[in-house]
């Protein structure tokens, strides 16, 4: 029962994140806004992280499975695609590159100023 009540939380705000899309004119995913809304919840404490975390871990779990109806969608758009294949792999890649680095090196500057896993562990 307790980890219904966890993804009804983590539900809950998915669906005010879809009510900001629709109310909102910005070109913003809903899924967006929902998870700003997870993340203002629990950094401001007005959720705990004990509210969400099984429901979320399981999430993280399966998220390659949730890759696969996606995976098939392009397969099906295989056509429309095949004239954009090579632009597309390079973007992927460097962005991928991007990211990656960016994300090493934010994190060796909060590993080196005692920021990570002080608040959580």
């Known amino acids: 029962m307790k980890i219904l009540k966890q993804f009804g939380i983590i539900l809950l705000i998915t669906f005010v994140g879809e009510g900001l899309k629709s109310l909102l004119p910005l070109p913003i995913p809903a899924s967006i806004y929902g998870m700003v809304i997870l993340l ?17 871990e399981f999430l993280i779990e399966i998220m390659p499975i949730l890759f696969v109806p996606a ?30 680095a960016v994300t090493g090196q934010v994190t060796q500057v909060m590993i080196r100023h005692g920021k990570v896993g002080s608040r959580h562990e």
């Open 71 to 100: 995976a098939v969608g392009l397969l099906d758009s295989w056509g429309e695609l095949q004239p954009i294949l090579i632009p597309a792999v390079v973007i992927t890649v460097v962005i991928t590159v991007l990211v990656m």
């Open 40 to 56: 203002a919840a629990l950094v401001s404490g007005r959720l705990k992280l004990e509210s969400v975390r099984e429901a979320g």
